[in-house]
């Protein structure tokens, strides 16, 4: 049955059903690459993804690519420039798109979950290693290809790195560019799992099915202090901790959870 919050756009498509959105970038033929419109029509998405979380309809969120790749990065040929034209502004681009992007996506109260089908490539990379939970096809790979053509890891790939794989591995895979394995990146905890190829949408969907019926509340709560940790000092993280348990005890999922502990019985969660 097809959802109000469905959409389907030239580049991407957007599909809900039974608190799951699935967000495909569609564009095989380019590897899923980055066009301004793709950008446009993200966002579009995102915001249907945010306005369905207020209603209850959505409560996860799958990130994936269509065909054989996850997401090529840019699509440079939607930046070429003909002679005696003005260079592109990058740091622009990144300002208007990759910036905003991948805040929306951290932003998201609700689990996030890549799964990563093929090459992951640039800021494609970058993107999936934003989300909450990244799966990986065991063909699939990781490549910080910003390195060839002499610019620095954006969409958050500067900072996300070094914070998962340590700043010797970051400033490995950034300066050469070399093509990650799935199975290696799980291997270095740059991911949480790489599972075979036929497996990867089944395993995504029971796991985000799992978590659309569990306390997303307080999901949105674990994400903003695993997140915040890494900027935070030891007593200001526990400060915060304090404040999200406070903020969880009122809600209407933690006295299902508690009360279903009590009758013995299997909760109920709105997530709110």
């Not at 996506?105 to 609700?110: F, P, T």
């Not at 093929?118 to 290809?145: P, Y």
Request: one cysteine or more; hydrophobic letters at 45%.
């Amino acid at each position: 049955m097809s959802s109000e919050l469905d959409m389907q756009g030239e580049t991407v498509r957007l599909d809900v059903a039974a608190g799951v959105a699935t967000l495909t970038l569609n564009r095989p033929d380019r590897l899923n690459s980055f066009t301004q419109q793709m950008h446009e029509e993200v966002r579009a998405a995102l915001a249907a993804v945010r306005a369905g979380r207020e209603t209850g309809a959505v409560r996860v969120l799958v990130l994936t690519g269509a065909g054989r790749g996850f997401c090529a990065g840019q699509d440079l040929s939607d930046r070429a420039v003909a002679p005696g034209e003005a260079p592109v502004d990058l740091g622009e681009s990144v300002e208007k798109n990759y910036k905003p992007l991948v805040l929306a996506i951290r932003s998201l109260e609700l689990p996030v979950i890549a799964a990563v089908n093929g090459v992951a490539a640039g800021a494609g990379a970058s993107l999936a290693l934003a989300c909450d939970l990244v799966f990986a096809a065991r063909s699939a790979s990781f490549i910080q290809s910003f390195s060839k053509l002499g610019v620095v890891p954006d969409t958050g790939g500067s900072w996300i790195l070094p914070r998962l794989v340590g700043p010797a591995r970051a400033l490995g895979m950034a300066l050469l560019g070399e093509k990650l394995p799935a199975e290696q990146a799980e291997a270095w905890g740059l991911i949480w799992k790489c599972v075979d190829d036929d497996a990867l949408m089944p395993t995504v969907q029971g796991v985000a099915a799992a978590l659309a019926s569990g306390p997303t509340f307080g999901y949105a709560k674990t994400k903003q202090a695993i997140w915040a940790s890494s900027m935070n000092d030891f007593e200001t993280q526990l400060d915060l901790e304090r404040d999200l348990m406070s903020v969880c005890g009122r809600s209407n999922d933690y006295r299902e959870g508690v009360a279903a502990f009590v009758e013995k019985r299997a909760p109920r969660f709105k997530g709110d």
